[in-house]
């Protein structure tokens, strides 16, 4: 499999802070791929450079083999990429319906079929009238998916889906992303929820201090001394000569 999305060497910094340290993250066409990390890792910093929303200091951004490096954020959109944020960003006062078709402020009949299928396909159809307020934080999260799924992107980036979410939905959630992964669609989720993490990723990457630490499968990430060193803070490596899993790759 090729690399569908890739950054190569990214830096960032704000300040003093180093958020990206020659961070260099592939995700393969077609799978389901993991980001994960301790809070102020670089994780959704790496989301805002990919999607344009911050600019990389140093290093490269590519979707497929086109260069997308600093590229605005609507263009990026329009390329293919589309993603959710770890806060949903949702319009209150309008319908969830209406929500769906900011982008179409003429209402197509087309447009609205759309929505409405999208909506149906992550459950939430029949809250189509009511204002986008009036939901729950997970509705809201599916909200937030069903509208990046109007513009059919290759690649879905999605920043903490699970997070604050209760567990009916969280699994309504999962569900959805392999259905979606069946037919095509490449993922990559940043997400504290290991056990959603490792159930639905084909390979997971860790980032600490901005920096890539670890990167394979989830069943080989999971036992990492270098990831748990990350996730403590201690050095478990003392009493291991050999730490870490050889097919693990090193960054």
């Known amino acids: 499999m090729t690399a569908l999305l890739r950054t190569e060497g990214v830096r960032k910094a ?60 609507d263009r990026v959109f329009a390329l293919g990429i589309g993603r959710t944020f770890q806060l949903t960003r949702i319009f209150a006062s309008l319908t969830v319906l209406e929500n769906m078709l900011v982008a179409s402020p003429n209402g197509r009949a087309a447009a609205r079929r759309r929505a409405m299928e999208q909506l149906e396909f992550v459950g939430i159809a029949g809250h189509h009238a009511a204002l986008a307020g009036t939901l729950s934080y997970g509705q809201r999260k599916l909200l937030e998916l069903a509208y990046v799924l109007v513009a059919d992107p290759a690649v879905i980036l999605l920043d903490e889906p699970a997070g604050g979410v209760n567990l009916s939905l969280v699994n309504t959630i999962a569900d959805r992303i392999r259905e979606l992964n069946a037919s095509g669609k490449t993922f990559l989720i940043v997400e504290h929820n290991m056990e959603f993490v490792m159930g639905l990723c084909d390979r997971v990457t860790v980032l600490d201090s901005g920096a890539v630490v670890a990167a394979g499968p989830p069943a080989i990430i999971r036992t990492d001394r270098r990831v748990l060193n990350a996730y403590l803070g201690e050095d478990l490596a003392e009493d291991d000569p050999h730490p870490g899993q050889q097919s693990v790759e090193q960054p």
């Open 14 to 73: 704000y300040g003093g802070v180093h958020a990206l340290d020659s961070c260099t993250v592939e995700v393969e066409e077609g799978s389901v791929a993991g980001l994960i990390g301790p809070n102020g890792s670089g994780k959704t910093t790496l989301f805002n450079v990919i999607t344009g929303y911050a600019k990389a200091d140093e290093g490269h951004v590519y979707l497929g083999d086109r260069p997308i490096t600093n590229v605005a954020p």
